[in-house]
């Protein structure tokens, strides 16, 4: 894809990226997860702190909760790899780094970051140029959604055999997506090979959020709405089970952001505690 086609990653990708990296940054250790590779792909500047959306106070439960959700997803895949699962898909990828971090797990699976045309130009460009490169059993995976491209189609041509169990990803995007939109995409997940794990975050509406969070999350969705990205859909968590249950899904389960933040947040001296108000799918082919 020619460089003139690339465009940069959207506001919520890079605001995800800077909050690992402040994670490391400001947070006392045992951090959950180290990742400082999503700041050198987006590159904001020397200045990148002092934004708005950086105030470490300010900011600290939604930066814990980002790093919870990406603990999850890692431990999740390191323990499929070690099932034999070898194909790891990535919806909404943004500016993931798990194969730039994790090569050790990532090298013994197929992994397909599926995003935007512009993006994914734009992350192949970055990779190349701070010299992590694109190894062979990494695929970025243009789709235009826009123009009704069928993901799954693009995944087969790029190598993706879906008659093989892969874990499927799908981390802050159903916000952004209707409901008929990420029902499609649950009964598609859900025609893949036995044993093929998805693992889906959503929103919960306002009134399941806990009164302390609302504040934020309201910010949140005033700026989504400013940056024409704007959050239109809600779960609470029994309509999320409805929905993959009715796409094909027998084994599903919900995961509360609650019982993640006592699972990797426990013990420690600073009082961090991730924000509620985003929950996790598990569902299982």
């Known amino acids: 894809m020619a460089d003139e086609q690339a465009e940069a990653p ?37 200045d990148w702190r002092d934004r708005p959306d950086m105030d470490p106070h300010a900011t600290s439960a939604f930066r814990a909760a980002i790093v919870t959700r990406a603990r999850f997803i890692e431990d999740l895949i390191a323990e499929q790899a070690d099932r034999g699962v070898t194909q790891y898909v990535i919806l909404g990828a943004g500016l993931d780094t798990f194969a730039q971090r994790k090569p050790d797990i990532a090298s013994r699976l197929q992994i397909f970051e599926v995003d935007r045309p512009g993006p994914q130009a734009w992350k192949r460009h970055r990779l190349v140029e701070l010299s992590y490169g694109i190894p062979d059993w990494l695929h970025l995976v243009p789709v235009d959604f826009e123009a009704g491209a069928a993901w799954p189609e693009q995944l087969a041509a790029a190598g993706f055999d879906p008659g093989r169990p892969a874990v499927i990803v799908s981390t802050g995007v159903t916000m952004y997506l209707t409901e008929e939109a990420t029902v499609a995409t649950l009964r598609q997940i859900a025609g893949l090979a036995a044993g ?86 598990l569902a299982v082919t």
């Open 10 to 46: 959207d506001s919520s990708a890079v605001r995800t990226a800077l909050w690992r990296a402040m994670h490391v940054q400001v947070d006392p250790p045992p951090h959950v997860v180290e990742d400082e590779i999503g700041l050198q792909l987006a590159a904001p500047g020397d």
């Open 196 to 281: 093929s794990t998805l693992a889906m975050t959503f929103l919960l509406p306002t009134e399941l959020v806990d009164d302390a969070d609302r504040s934020g999350l309201r910010a949140s969705e005033e700026g989504a709405r400013a940056s024409g990205t704007p959050f239109i859909s809600f779960y609470t968590p029994q309509d999320m089970l409805a929905l993959a249950r009715e796409a094909g899904f027998e084994d599903a389960r919900h995961l509360s952001g609650a019982s993640l933040a006592r699972h990797y947040f426990a013990d420690r001296a600073d009082g961090l505690r991730p924000s509620s108000g985003e929950d996790l799918l």
